[in-house]
């Protein structure tokens, strides 16, 4: 079954420090990628998306990814934290193909904390 | 542009009874997706539609249904309400004719008593 994991549930960084998040999928072929984010009580914004090409993508808010097909891995990660970045996150997958970018597998989602 | 527009923001029902849940797509979209998101969870895909059609489902039982009107809009209905029900419900809406990222809407806070 397809399936996303990302393995740590709660992440805490200092503000200024660098950040990576975990994304694991399991996917017959490689997936169309996204990572959303989530302030609370909010809908989801799309921070970056991988379809094809360049495996290593750049998102909004300082924000880059990168594919590794060996590794069924798509991790976010972003050099420098500001305190406006705490939130939850979220690794989705879709079938490649037109219209079908509506239908995501979701991860479980990783909060960050951001400390001062 | 507004972007995916949800209504209401907040709702309480009591179990057993029914609720309908509403949503505008972003201009130019004319596919809406549902999704379930439990507390500390993330998203679960319900259904998709499509020229009013429904044409993906997740693994949700038959209380769950849908609508989509000409315009494109799209309501979520769920009969018999459970208090596992409880849940943020998200609208999606995306292109069908072109590979690009499914825009949500802020979603609506649905809470079972």
Redesign the interface.
């Known amino acids: 079954a397809q399936s996303v994991t990302q393995p740590d549930i709660h992440i805490t960084v200092s503000e200024g420090a660098s950040l990576e998040l975990r994304c694991n999928y399991s996917y017959g072929a490689t997936p169309y990628l996204f990572w959303y984010v989530q302030s609370p009580g909010q809908g989801l914004q799309l921070l970056l998306k991988y379809f094809s090409g360049d495996t290593l993508v750049q998102g909004i808010k300082g924000f880059e990814a990168e594919f590794k097909r060996s590794q069924s891995s798509f991790n976010l990660r972003k050099p420098s934290v500001h305190w406006s970045d705490a939130a939850e996150y979220f690794c989705a997958v879709a079938q490649p193909g037109s219209g079908n970018t509506g239908k995501l597998i979701f991860g479980q989602g990783t909060t960050l904390q951001v400390k001062p | 542009d507004a972007g995916?527009t949800q209504s209401p923001t907040h709702l309480i029902k009591t179990r057993g009874q029914q609720v309908t849940l509403r949503c505008s797509p972003k201009s130019g979209h004319d596919?809406?997706?549902w999704?379930q998101q439990a507390l500390?969870?993330?998203?679960?895909?319900i259904f998709?539609y499509?020229e009013e059609e429904e044409?993906?489902r997740?693994n949700f039982p038959d209380r769950f249904s849908g609508h989509q009107f000409p315009n494109y809009s799209s309501e979520l209905n769920v009969n018999a309400l459970l208090l596992g029900d409880s849940a943020l419900y998200?609208c999606?809406?995306?292109p069908?004719?072109?590979?690009?990222?499914?825009?949500?809407?802020?979603?609506t806070?649905l809470t079972v008593v």
Request: no cysteine; aromatic share 16%.
């Open positions: 995916v596919t809406v997706s999704y500390g969870q993330g998203p679960q895909f998709q499509y044409r993906q997740g998200l999606a809406s995306s069908l004719d072109r590979d690009t990222e499914a825009f949500f809407g802020q979603g806070r």
